[in-house]
């Protein structure tokens, strides 16, 4: 079988099932996943149904695979999943570096709305 995926994809999926230890997925007609639960969240997670639901498309990230099954281990817990699939770290790469550039604006305008009611 020709496998089509490398670790650290991001892969589009179909939730399949559950269980207590994680949620199994469907990629394609060849290709399912197991979102372990480990790989689900940074913070605890007590109930695996609380992230997705049965039949909902989601986003994956590769963490490793097996040709002869064509079985992937995925993870969502350093993307959005529910969203588009981009890393959380990627997306947050610039931190407080708008709310710097436009705080000097919003005081002044502020300023100037507290000027003009008096």
Same mark, same amino acid.
């Given at each position: $079988?020709?496998?089509? @995926?490398?670790?650290? =994809?991001?892969?589009?999926?179909?939730?399949?099932?559950? &269980? *207590?230890?994680?949620? @199994?997925?469907?990629?394609?007609?060849?290709? #399912?996943? /197991?979102?372990?639960?480990?790989?689900?969240?940074?913070? @605890?997670?007590?109930?695996?149904? =609380?992230?997705? +639901?049965?039949? %909902? *498309?989601?986003?994956? &990230?590769?963490?490793?695979? =097996? *040709? +002869?099954?064509?079985?992937? &281990?995925? #993870?969502?817990?350093?993307?959005?999943? $529910?969203?588009?699939?981009?890393?959380?770290?990627?997306? !947050?790469?610039?931190? @407080?570096?708008?709310? &710097?550039?436009? /705080?000097?604006?919003?005081? !002044?305008?502020?300023? %100037? %709305?507290?000027?003009?009611? +008096?």
């Amino acid at each position: $079988m020709l496998f089509m @995926f490398e670790v650290g =994809d991001t892969v589009k999926c179909v939730v399949t099932g559950f &269980k *207590e230890y994680g949620i @199994f997925v469907k990629i394609d007609d060849n290709t #399912s996943g /197991l979102i372990h639960i480990s790989e689900i969240s940074k913070s @605890f997670v007590n109930n695996v149904l =609380d992230y997705a +639901e049965l039949g %909902e *498309e989601i986003y994956a &990230k590769v963490i490793d695979y =097996d *040709e +002869e099954t064509g079985h992937l &281990k995925l #993870s969502i817990k350093n993307i959005n999943y $529910m969203l588009d699939g981009k890393d959380t770290a990627e997306s !947050n790469k610039n931190g @407080f570096l708008p709310l &710097k550039e436009h /705080l000097n604006i919003w005081i !002044n305008e502020k300023l %100037e %709305e507290f000027k003009s009611s +008096e």
